[in-house]
């Protein structure tokens, strides 16, 4: 299991000894995500530069990378960051910037993309399930998890609204429609169980903890032959997230970090983890959907600019709606 933010916050030995393999430290997203990193990423440039990299796991907020720069400064060498919070923390001087770049991306680009999606367990529904029908508790009682984050949360209380995908912004974007996705999520409070990271997403899931939930199709796709089985993924309105690799300003002298992270978000690199990370249906699926899945629509991207703009206020009374309940 990958270590979590708090354990890599411990006092540790030096990156370098005496003879040995120098360290890089890096945070990312537990899960199947790290496990296609490593494979594909990790690996091949620790044996392409004889650096080691660890990679730690973290839930991607700016108070836990503002903690990291207050009482470890220098210690980590890249962070994989959403696009929005990617913006939000180089605004805030919390990443080292490109002076030769122009916003919203100076402090780097996006060099991954992610679909989520609805799971569903096959057992608790006689058909694919909707977003409507997530909130159906009448037809189809039991918990249900969200993620605990107004992005993304929003956007499908907007979607189970009624709202085109075409339009959501500019119905979040006004004061009715923020009010309008906070009311819709208010009909099934009782009833939403939280997640933080993508892989606790997954293993609510596949713990029994939620009929349905929001979750990366990575982690369905590539889980083990029984919860692959057991669980199938609406397609249909699902939301795409852009990642990128964020270098914290207390490390930009760090040469070996800086040429990690450029690394990294080359096209070839970015190529590989697009190859590598299961984000669409198989051919077995899409046979056995009896040509439901022939077309998929496209995913809906997050807008990571209205975020950057907008979520410290958002952000705020999501939370105090959350805390009371």
């Known amino acids: 299991m990958l270590p979590t933010l708090a354990e890599a916050a411990k006092p540790q030995a030096p990156s370098r000894r005496r003879g040995s393999v120098p360290r890089l430290n890096v945070l990312t997203f537990a899960g199947k995500i790290t496990d296609t990193q490593r494979r594909v990423l990790f690996t091949p440039y620790e044996q392409l530069t004889r650096h080691a990299i660890v990679a730690r796991a973290w839930d991607g907020t700016t108070e836990s990378l503002q903690q990291q ?29 490109d002076d030769t770049g122009t916003a919203p991306n100076a402090c780097g680009p996006m060099s991954a993309a992610i679909d989520y999606a609805m799971a ?61 996705a906070f009311m819709k999520l208010e009909q099934i409070r009782p009833y939403l169980i939280w997640w933080n990271t993508p892989n606790e997403a997954a293993r609510i899931l596949t713990s029994g903890g939620a009929l349905t939930g929001f979750v990366p199709t990575g982690e ?19 939301l795409l997230l852009h990642y990128g690799w964020g270098v914290p300003h207390s490390a930009a002298e760090n040469s070996a970090g800086l040429a990690l992270a450029s690394w990294l978000e080359q096209p070839a690199q970015q190529q590989a983890f697009a190859n590598a990370w299961p984000s669409l249906p198989s051919m077995r699926d899409i046979e056995a959907s009896g040509g439901r899945l022939a077309s998929l629509p496209p995913a809906i991207p997050v807008d990571d600019l209205f975020w950057s703009h907008n979520l410290p206020a958002i952000a705020e009374r999501f939370a105090h709606w959350i805390d009371h309940a």
């Open 69 to 97: 720069e207050k009482h470890a400064p220098g210690h980590w060498a890249a962070v994989m960051m959403e696009g929005s919070m990617l913006q939000l923390c180089c605004g805030l001087g919390l990443l080292a910037r």
């Open 220 to 238: 369905i796709l590539g889980a083990k032959e029984a919860d692959r089985q057991r669980f199938n993924l609406n397609w249909n309105q699902r």
């Open 120 to 180: 569903w367990d096959r057992a608790r529904f006689d058909a694919p399930p909707s977003w409507t029908d997530f909130w159906d508790v009448a037809r189809h009682p039991g918990r249900r998890s969200l993620r605990r984050d107004p992005r993304t949360t929003l956007e499908i209380a907007l979607l189970a609204d009624g709202v085109p995908a075409d339009a959501l912004y500019r119905v979040l974007a006004t004061s009715d429609g923020l009010n309008r």
